[in-house]
């Protein structure tokens, strides 16, 4: 009876210890948590149920209890050691990640430390509790186990050697850093953002949003070009042919102003090389910079694009590299014809071309300028000096108003048939707002050069012209929306008109 009583005492007081040492060490790893941030999970659990069991197993060794010397005592014991160990391991790794890699390098330096180092301090650490268990506890020599494991880490090198320099790459990597997360690189023949470093890999996201998997090692032995250090600027380069017939010079401000006009481009100085004289054409070689890699074929495109209208509204042709040889039979109704047929009826049609006569209209459409603008490009600008109008021929735009916060808003959209700059054509006055295609935009520019003989063989047109005008400012300035009497409108019409007769004769000299 007194046996069985001692058996339940040792039991007793064994529990009791267990409990009072696991609440120990819960409440010591309570600031550890909500104060310094420490990230104990479920491993901390276990890791206090271990360090219980044994501190109650060694009181018990120490008072003396029944059955501590059983052999299976005894390798329980050992086992709890080891399993202690392995555990005590993973909580230092927790510490060691919080003060170390989290306080100490991210926090006050300022550095960002790789996964992949974290994984490596936390493979050292297991693999030190191991071996640590395996010398004091179950009283293994080191020296033979490192042989063992040399002959055995030998066959798994011959083994695994591309995943061993996979993850040896992936070291080196980390260590030198030629890229981080984020940074868009160029690898081989490919480039992407880089999306995760691993052990064995680095992972990709293309331009067409695939995840493209590369080798460490791989990557180790090619050339690595990093599009975001030290920073995300970076030229790109295109190449145009023009004829030779083009001033290099005037060819290098059309191209200039071409790239200056492009969206997505920065506000920096593009430059324009002329890079060699070509069997038909003079090559130029037009270098710009932007910030974002992954718009970069979009940016080229662009680019490309503008240089194309650019070029063509400067008259200046990209010539076809090919030296066949074509006859053409003169045609009744040629391009020209058609294009001019279309200019003198969009002509007629406006209002204020009323006054001029059907010879005045057709000499207008030969002198005026078929041009085109791509989408997006800007027509006339506010402020900037001009003597031409223009009439859309197809194709829309949109016209801007500075607002005196800042910025631009839409006034107004332009369609087929509608002018604008018709004061600066008259009066040569700068333009009063800015004008940008919506796309694909074809415009016929009357300037005063064109417009000028017209009226110097028919002065009379002027004063009809000069009425016109008159009414367009005024409705602009809604005017016809206010109530006045009859003569009061009638007389403010007329200053309106003499004003504008007198600024057109003095800008024509008529």
């Not at 219980?52 to 060694?58: D, E, N």
């Amino acid at each position: 009876m007194n046996g069985t009583w001692a058996h339940i005492e040792n039991a007793v007081i064994n529990i009791g210890v267990a409990a009072a040492a696991y609440l120990v060490l819960l409440a010591a790893a309570h600031p550890l948590k909500n104060r310094l941030r420490v990230p104990l999970t479920f491993t901390f659990h276990i890791f206090a149920v271990l360090s219980a069991t044994l501190i109650a197993w060694f009181v018990h060794q120490a008072r003396g209890g029944p059955y501590v010397d059983l052999p299976w005592m005894m390798s329980l014991r050992d086992f709890l050691v080891g399993a202690w160990a392995v555990f005590l391991a993973l909580q230092i790794n927790k510490l060691l990640a919080r003060f170390l890699w989290q306080y100490a390098m991210e926090e006050k330096r300022r550095v960002k430390v790789p996964k992949l180092l974290r994984d490596l301090a936390k493979t050292l650490l297991l693999l030190a509790a191991i071996l640590c268990v395996m010398k004091f506890v179950y009283g293994q020599q080191l020296g033979a186990l490192i042989t063992a494991s040399g002959v055995v880490a030998i066959v798994l090198g011959f083994a695994l050697q591309n995943l061993l320099g996979d993850v040896v790459a992936g070291i080196a990597l980390n260590l030198e850093k030629p890229f981080d997360i984020g940074d868009w690189i160029w690898v081989g023949d490919t480039d992407g953002e880089v999306i995760e470093i691993n052990w064995r890999a680095t992972r990709l996201r293309t331009r067409d949003d695939n995840y493209l998997i590369i080798p460490n090692g791989n990557i180790t032995k090619q050339n690595i070009t990093n599009f975001h250090y030290p920073n995300r600027v970076h030229a790109l380069k295109c190449s145009v042919g023009v004829e030779y017939g083009a001033a290099p010079n005037d060819v290098k401000n059309v191209l200039r102003q071409a790239v200056r006009r492009t969206t997505g481009v920065l506000p920096r100085e593009p430059r324009i090389r002329l890079k060699h004289f070509g069997d038909s054409a003079i090559n130029y070689e037009i270098k710009f910079w932007i910030d974002n890699r992954e718009a970069s074929d979009d940016a080229l495109s662009e680019v490309m694009t503008n240089v194309w209208y650019a070029l063509r509204r400067a008259r200046m042709t990209i010539p076809f590299p090919i030296r066949d040889v074509f006859m053409h039979q003169p045609a009744a109704d040629t391009v020209e014809q058609r294009r001019r047929a279309d200019a003198e009826r969009a002509l007629r049609a406006l209002e204020l071309f009323k006054p001029l006569d059907n010879e005045q209209i057709a000499t207008l459409a030969s002198r005026g300028r078929l041009i085109r603008f791509g989408r997006g490009e800007t027509v006339i600008s506010k402020g900037d000096a001009g003597d031409s109008l223009f009439l859309i021929v197809s194709g829309q735009a949109s016209v801007k108003l500075a607002r005196e916060a800042g910025g631009e808003v839409v006034a107004g959209t332009l369609k087929p048939g509608d002018t604008f700059g018709e004061m600066s054509l008259l009066t040569g006055a700068p333009r009063n707002a800015t004008v940008v295609a919506e796309n694909d935009l074809r415009v016929l520019e009357i300037d005063k050069d064109a417009l000028g003989p017209v009226l110097q063989e028919k002065p009379v047109v002027v004063e009809a012209l000069s009425r016109l005008v008159a009414d367009r400012q005024l409705a602009t300035e809604g005017f016809f929306k206010q109530q006045q009497p009859a003569a009061e409108a009638a007389a403010t019409r007329a200053r309106y008109a003499t004003t504008v007769l007198r600024s057109i004769r003095d800008f024509f000299r008529i």
